[in-house]
């Protein structure tokens, strides 16, 4: 079982309490595609995907992007058992979509990246730390299932 | 994976734009880089004093940055331009490849942190292969 500290719980919550869902969600998917363009591949179905503009204004992706986001609130309500939390959520991206997990760990690198946009100097490396370690825990918990 | 013609006016205009804050860049990079990815530490026991500003971390961040300056300016030729900087980190400094990655990560985070107007998702795609471009460079003599 993952171990956190008070600090870490602190500063995991706070960055939620700061997320605007709606804004983070979108930029953070958007980002990915643009920045690991060859994670395009699982949008085959969302339009037009040719530049970075086309990209951002795409309304399929904003919404698919608060989707993903809304799913780190699993995460955040069961810290202590993120690994059996994201059983199905699992199943369904290596048995259902396919995604190469690898992804997983772009897309939580490209979420870090634009929270940092957003607080500026109140993202201290220790709440970066704290909040990568997270990810980083929700990404292995959405390998579990692959075989 | 190549630097177009656009990733190498996008790097160079950015970094035009921010070099002037080389110090607090490298500074808070190296400060992320050591307190998110401890095992990076390891390449710094030598320091007395690991925290977050401190003297050596201040000292080697404006290193560190100064030679990606100098990158943007050899952009056209990483590879030569490089070449002591990959001999050095191949045969004295012996890091792990590895960790690149790992400064990259933590220089696009203080980047996208100080500059959120400036560090759009074109810029952050450009300087993303630009770090990986560098990183290549450096490993270059390592094998």
Request: with cysteine; proline share 3%; charged share 20%.
């Amino acid at each position: 079982m993952v171990e956190w500290t008070d600090a870490e719980r602190t500063a995991i919550n706070f960055v939620f309490t700061k997320l605007d869902y709606d804004s983070v969600g979108p930029e953070s998917l958007s980002r990915c595609l643009i920045v690991y363009p060859w994670t395009q591949r699982y949008f085959g179905g969302f339009g037009n995907l040719y530049n970075a503009e086309a990209i951002l204004s795409n309304p399929m992706i904003a919404a698919h992007g608060i989707t993903v986001l809304h799913g780190l609130d699993r995460a955040l309500n069961n810290m202590d058992d993120i690994k059996n939390t994201y059983t199905q959520l699992s199943e369904l991206h290596s048995e259902k979509l396919h995604v190469d997990p690898d992804n997983f760990r772009l897309l939580a690198d490209c979420l870090v990246v634009v929270i940092a946009g957003r607080l500026g100097t109140d993202f201290t490396p220790e709440m970066q730390a704290a909040f990568a370690k997270f990810l980083s825990v929700v990404v292995s918990a959405l390998g579990r299932q692959y075989h | 994976m190549s630097l177009s013609a656009k990733d190498k006016k996008n790097v160079v205009d950015f970094f035009g734009q921010v070099g002037g804050k080389a110090a607090e860049i490298g500074n808070d990079a190296l400060s992320r880089m050591i307190v998110v990815y401890p095992q990076t530490k390891t390449y710094f026991s030598h320091w007395k004093d690991l925290s977050p500003g401190s003297a050596d971390v201040k000292r080697h961040g404006l290193t560190v940055m100064t030679g990606v300056l100098d990158a943007v300016d050899k952009i056209d030729d990483l590879v030569g331009g490089l070449l002591s900087l990959s001999e050095l980190h191949a045969f004295t400094l012996r890091v792990d490849p590895g960790n690149f990655k790992i400064l990259s990560h933590c220089l696009l985070v203080v980047l996208a942190g100080m500059f959120p107007a400036e560090f759009s998702p074109e810029v952050h795609v450009a300087v993303d292969k630009f770090l990986a471009k560098v990183a290549l460079a450096l490993s270059e003599k390592y094998r």
